[in-house]
Each structure stands twice: as C-alpha cells, then as structure tokens.
T-cell receptor
Framework: KNQVEQSPQSLIILEGKNCTLQ??????????LRWYKQDTGRGPVSLTI?????NTKSNGRYTATLDADTKQSSLHITASQLSDSASYIC????????????FGRGTSLIVHP | EAGVTQFPSHSVIEKGQTVTLRCDPI?????LYWYRRVMGKEIKFLLH????????ESGMPNNRFLAERTGGTYSTLKVQPAELEDSGVYFC???????????????FGPGTRLTVL
C-alpha cells in the first residue's frame, strides 16, 4: 500500500529558531514529492517539488532534501517567523499508472514569539 | 488573478439532508480535482475532471456523492443523503496541462468544511 508518513505530528518552536520536518514514503515507483504549506482556513500551497534526480532544493528559508534510496524527505525551515505557523504536508506521486497523489497527515508547526 | 474559490466555506446540515458544494477553478485550467480530509486523517482524492469529462472517479466513497462540471468551468459536488461520516473538509484543486502528467502543480481552494449532525 502506498503511504506517506510524516513526523513529528506537531512542533512548537521559538521565533528565529530552525526546525526540520520529516517525510517517509513507500510510494513506488516514485515520480515526485511536493511539500505544501497550509495556513489555517486556507488550501495547501506548494513550496517545492522534488524529482528523483534532485537531492536538495531551496525556496527562500525553506530547504527540502530527498533521499530516493531510503525514500525519505525533509523540509528544513531556517530562522523561523511567526508566519511560518501552519501545517506542512508531504505529497508523493507515482511514476506511470495512477497519477493520484498520496498525502501525508501533515506536521503542525507553531512558532511562538 | 483569482485563485480557486469554493462555496460555501462552511455548511452544517442534518443527517439525511442534501448539500451541494461548488468549486470555481482558475480560469483556463482544464483539470479540476476534488479531495476530502476527514478529521485526523490525510487528504484523500475523490475525483478528477478534464474539462467536462470525469477522468477518474475512483476515490468517490459511494453513490451518495455526485460530481458535475457542466461546460467544463465550475464544478459541483452533491451529497445526497448526507451521513455522519461525510463530515470533513472538501478541497477543490485545479491545474493546467494534460491530466496524466504528475508534475503539474495543483492549486487548491480554501475548502468547504462540512458538518453533518
């Protein structure tokens, strides 16, 4: 069964600190992995997409990594801001066959002043 | 440019009633998707339209759910009759390009929170 597991389930950090969110998947064959940010009351917004050949990709203070061998990805947030408080969702898509994405349950991040 | 919009933002109905959710995709996006998130669970796929045609409806829970996209513009998702387990947040997303390409970014609406009492 294709699954996406995220950890931690929730995280509280102080403003200015860094944090790393984890995503493990069993989706196969792998096509790509996206990290989404979902603010309260809003829909998910894509932060970055990782393909098989990419190991790391940055988008401002967000840096995503991918290890396709171990089927793990991480999202590192640098110098956190209050506006980073949100749910971060890992979404993986298969190559060939069904293109239906598999979502993780997300990590709820709270940044305190 | 307007993003994906959904109406209503919240709906509270009693078991056995009917509810219709609406989604307006980004103009020009041929692909429209419906998803649902039940409390405590991950977002799950319901169905996919390419223009007015249903490309994949494998995620629809049962025949109480009916989705339409007349004219290939906005879409509606009707639940009739609603059951308690239908409660959740229903998201709509749209994307450009061929529906089979897994790289196309999907743009999500804010969701409709449905509560069935």
């Amino acid at each position: 069964k294709n699954q996406v597991e995220q950890s931690p389930q929730s995280l509280i950090i102080l403003e200015g600190k860094n944090c790393t969110l984890q995503c493990n998947y069993t989706v196969s064959p792998f096509s790509n992995l996206r990290w989404y940010k979902q603010d309260t009351g809003r829909g998910p917004v894509s932060l970055t997409i990782m393909t098989f050949s990419e190991n790391t990709k940055s988008n401002g203070r967000y840096t995503a990594t991918l290890d396709a061998d171990t089927k793990q990805s991480s999202l590192h947030i640098t110098a956190s801001q209050l506006s980073d408080s949100a749910s971060y969702i890992c979404v993986v898509r298969r190559r060939g066959g069904s293109y239906i994405p598999t979502f993780g349950r997300g990590t709820s991040l709270i940044v305190h002043p | 440019e307007a993003g994906v919009t959904q109406f209503p933002s919240h709906s509270v109905i009693e078991k056995g009633q009917t509810v219709t959710l609406r989604c307006d995709p980004i103009s020009g996006h041929d692909n429209l998707y419906w998803y649902r998130r039940v409390m405590g669970k991950e977002i799950k796929f319901l169905l996919h339209f390419v223009k007015e045609s249903k490309q994949d409806e494998s995620g629809m829970p049962n025949n109480r759910f009916l989705a339409e996209r007349t004219g290939g513009t906005y879409s509606t998702l009707k639940v009739q009759p609603a059951e308690l387990e239908d409660s959740g947040v229903y998201f709509c997303a749209s994307s450009q390009g061929r529906g089979g390409q897994s790289y196309n970014e999907q743009f999500f609406g804010p969701g409709t929170r449905l509560t069935v009492l």
